[in-house]
């Protein structure tokens, strides 16, 4: 089809469709009456029954954790899926290689990375890492859990790399341990959940002590799945970014060698 | 029986991280042994789970979160009845056959195939068995992100990716139209759970019920290849390695239509019940289509695969019809046909990926006279091909009759003439192939533009066929037909699916523990009319065939078959490849349907 | 029909994301719009879940029953981000991948399967 032909159907369509939601859409309870009874429920509940006070991770972590190991699978099919489209191949990795190491020794010139900026990323690093394992691991008491800090943590490596530093990028993104954490966090939930069948009850119940409300060893499976998922998401999106990048580090590399 | 409810999901979800982490350092034999024993661990396990709940369903809650008072479900059930178990066991089945297959191939792969087979098969596993709305979502994505990488795999080529991202794409604007519905059942509703939501939404259906039920059907439509939806599939399949096709094309895309029907029985058959004739005709409608578009695009290829893609879409069109008729004769015997061309289909794609492997080419032109000498797989080739034609003793016999003879029931009596078509022209269109390739007959295929696509084997040695691709190839089409010799097949499937479409008792059974009473088994009407009906379309089918081979010996009469097989100029242009286009019908589909329904439905 | 806006606003922004995604010449650009096209179903979640004169539903230092919003709508919308960020990093890996091998990313020019 044309492009124009292209245009006009899908904006016929779009009129019909922009219709038909404004039909439906309009029966809709108005904006800031919420009625349904899950949200009330859960948020009398939640609290007594985990100890945990941020209602949003006892439902991402218990009540609905199936759910989340499901997503949490998602991201981790998507890794490997991006491992085997970026897999190298015999032959043509040896011809890529001269390719853009000649291309960016003619186009770029490597500028020198001013000690300011060293400095100082080496300062931020230190409060990211830190601040990631307090999001990932402060889950069940506040805003947060293990999807977010493990992102945190995953763009340590980034501010690396963007600070010049591109040996301690690779060195630190090719470590053995990102991938023993991505597969260890994924198998590690589906493990935790077993354990639960295997003491006999169904498949991801709390089975741990729930501690006291307030504690950071509170919540039972709550904290650890948390946890679980943080290190899954770091080694997930670190090794995303170690792909990504490959080809330019590795010319990187070879120019400074 | 109840600790291995979440085993079909959990376990291959585990051993594919194992994988993934020792994949770099184990052998390809350790990896390939391990997928091969964690798919046939999965066999047993929906097997016994198949036998547990065949007659009364179970509902497994997960972190042990029962039903509230007042009906407030705040965790996540499967509720597994006969028809979700039965359909789990035809993902492991397929997916055991397909690791099968590829034992040892792929070899530069650094054995990131199997993990990602294991996760796509959890994922169909837990597609079928789960009560849960969101939980239904994220299943469907899960399915999608595996199946997307494993249609790219062949990364050597630009068709594999442009064909994965074409699929990627479509599908995802799907899932998000699903997400969109599922928000606004949630506003209406406030729950998740099906039995809440259909007690919920109680009898009455206004615009927003509708919304959401066109959003929601749209996107598993979509999933299921039905015309407008349905541009992604060839391309998936042109370019996926051969065990994914058969993956595909043998539930996955069956698993689309499962969807439209557990949420339109489970949630909404109450509120639209007024409506239930003008929602059927909706439905016939988008089937009939599909069996038409599909059916003319398939005799219309000459890539092998494509072509088989093309006769998945138009046995889709025949399986959305019978689920369309919305009774319970007729979702029996979408999923006795369901069940039957999945493995028949799943037989002809290992049968095309032997093709690859021996002959090196997937074009008919190309492959002409080359596969003279394989005489098993060109016995599998024809096997398969009455298979889809429907003729006894296949299990696509059974799913026929029982869809035909509702279909009269309800006043639809285009339907088994539409079988007749359909069977013929993808019948018709597998044996041209048989006559051309494995006999030799006749002069060459036309080239099209899709055969020029080349592929590249997925192997290195071609000098025999392995046992190990022929052995799961024979496997899937002896399943074919050992459905029918299974006694009492079509009248269990019934009996299963008056349960399915029973909305009160499954909301009862789900919140309330009270069960329901197993309904009276129904007689099974004879099969003569149908053996009659798919005789003749075995003989159209062979007839087609043989005119189109022998075109220039018999004459003008069959001059048609050159029209046939070149195909309508406007409708190949269409499927060109471009995914603004097929987002674009997506678009132009969901607002005709939505406009039927919203008309139709008020 | 004032207090629907931010219902219709996703609508809206859903149809913005498949005008985007028909008429793109750039398949990186494409994807960005399927992301646009997905933000649609974040502003349909949270409106769906937003109580008027609740708070964050942490009860870390607020006591139980104080009104709060809905927290069930911000669960599912974590998922939906996740997917989200994961689809869109596999498509990307794609047309990277595609750009390498067929040296374009106009989908115009990528039309290698057809009919």
Known sequence: ?257 | MTTLIPLPVAIPLIVAAFLALVGHWAGRRFCDTLSIATAGATVWASATILHGVWLQPVTYWFGNWWPRPNDVVLGICFRIDAIGAVIALLVSVLTTAGLVFSWRIFEETENHFQPLMLIFMAAMCGFSYTGDLFNLFVFFELMSVAAFALCGLKTLEPAPLQGAYNFAIVNTVGGFMIVLGIGLLYARTGALNFAQIGRSLGTHGDALVILSFLLISVGFMGKAAIVPFHFWLADAHAVAPSPVCVLFSGVMVELGVYAVARMYWSMFHSALAMHTDALRNVFMVLGGITCLVGGFMCFANHHLKRLLAFSTISHEGLMLAGMGLLTAKGLAGFVLYALSHGVIKGGLFLCAGIVLHRLERIGEDHLHGRGRHMWPTALLFVLGAWGLAGCWPFGTLLGESMISEDAVAQHQHWVPYMFIFVEAITAGAVMRVFFRVFLGWGERAPTDEASKVEEKPETEEHEHTPVMMLLPAAALILLGISITAVPGVRSAAEVNAERFVDQSGYAQDVLNNAQTATPEPKPEEPLRSSIVRTGIAGVLALGLALGTVFRRRVGRVMEFTRSLELGNSLLRRLHSGHPGDYVAWLSAGTALVGGSLMWLLR | MMLHLSYFIAGWIFLWGLYGIVTSKNLVHQVVCLAVLQTSTYVLLLTVGYKVGGTAPVFADIPVGTPVVDPLVQALMLTDIVVEATVAALLLSMVVKSNELANTVDPEELRILTG
């Open chain 1, 1 to 257: 089809m044309s492009s124009r032909a292209r245009t006009t159907l899908f904006l016929v369509a779009a009129a019909g469709l922009a219709v038909i939601l404004v039909l439906g859409l309009i029966d809709l309870p108005p904006m800031g009456d919420y009625r349904g009874p899950y949200g009330y429920v859960v948020t009398q509940v939640a609290v007594y029954e985990r100890h945990a006070t941020d209602v949003v991770n006892a439902i991402n972590y218990d009540y609905r954790a199936f759910d989340t190991l499901g997503e949490e699978f998602i991201l981790f099919a998507s890794v490997v899926g991006v491992l085997l489209l970026f897999r190298p191949s015999p032959n043509q990795q040896g011809e890529q290689e001269q390719q853009k190491g000649g291309d960016l020794e003619d186009d770029e010139e490597s500028l020198p990375v001013s000690d300011a900026l060293r400095v100082s990323t080496q300062v931020i690093m230190g409060v990211m890492i830190v601040f990631g394992v307090y999001i990932a691991t402060h889950g069940q008491l506040t805003p947060g859990g293990g999807f977010q800090g493990g992102v945190i943590l995953a763009s340590t490596p980034i501010l690396i790399y963007l600070a010049g530093d591109v040996r301690a990028f690779e060195k630190i993104t090719s470590s053995p341990l990102v991938k023993l954490a991505e597969c260890g966090g994924a198998g590690g939930y589906g493990v935790i959940g077993i354990i639960a069948l295997l003491a006999g009850t169904h498949f991801l119940t709390n089975y741990l002590p729930l501690g006291t409300t307030g504690d950071l060893f509170s919540s039972g499976t709550i904290a650890v799945i948390s946890v679980v998922v943080g290190l899954e998401v770091t080694g997930g999106f670190v090794q995303l970014t170690q792909v990504y990048l490959r080809e330019i580090v590795e010319s990187q590399l070879k120019r400074e060698e």
